[in-house]
């Protein structure tokens, strides 16, 4: 069968950048709520170079391609929002004492 033409294939081709498609490991979700409730980085630019960093020291052989250790911009952004939206119990316990006029 010749498939010079992608249409006639029985198959889907995927190339090699089809990987940027995949979800972020669980230990960056983690690294990005650790730094925006401990350490209050908000910034995604500040949150990207601290991944980068947490990535080169426990997974050194991670290319910067793979996206499941090197999250896109937009994907931090969402996540950086995901871990803000968490309430601490000091949060809980300020609106309490506002309500209640301390």
Not at 23 to 36: A, G, R, Y
Not at 79 to 98: F, M, N, V
């Given at each position: 069968?010749?498939?010079?033409?992608?249409?006639?294939?029985?198959?889907?081709?995927?190339?090699?950048?089809?990987?940027?498609?995949?979800?972020?490991?669980?230990?960056?979700?983690?690294?990005?709520?650790?730094?925006?409730?401990?350490?209050?980085?908000?910034?995604?630019?500040?949150?990207?170079?601290?991944?980068?960093?947490?990535?080169?020291?426990?997974?050194?052989?991670?290319?910067?391609?793979?996206?499941?250790?090197?999250?896109?911009?937009?994907?931090?952004?969402?996540?950086?929002?995901?871990?803000?939206?968490t309430h601490s119990p000091d949060d809980q316990d300020?609106?309490?004492?506002t309500v209640s006029s301390c």
């Amino acid at each position: 069968m010749d498939c010079t033409n992608i249409l006639m294939c029985n198959f889907v081709y995927l190339p090699k950048a089809a990987g940027i498609c995949q979800n972020i490991d669980p230990t960056i979700k983690s690294k990005i709520t650790e730094l925006v409730v401990d350490a209050g980085l908000v910034a995604s630019r500040d949150v990207k170079t601290m991944l980068a960093h947490h990535v080169r020291q426990v997974e050194p052989g991670v290319e910067p391609t793979n996206r499941r250790f090197y999250p896109t911009s937009k994907t931090v952004v969402n996540h950086i929002r995901l871990a803000g939206s968490t309430h601490s119990p000091d949060d809980q316990d300020d609106l309490t004492c506002t309500v209640s006029s301390c």
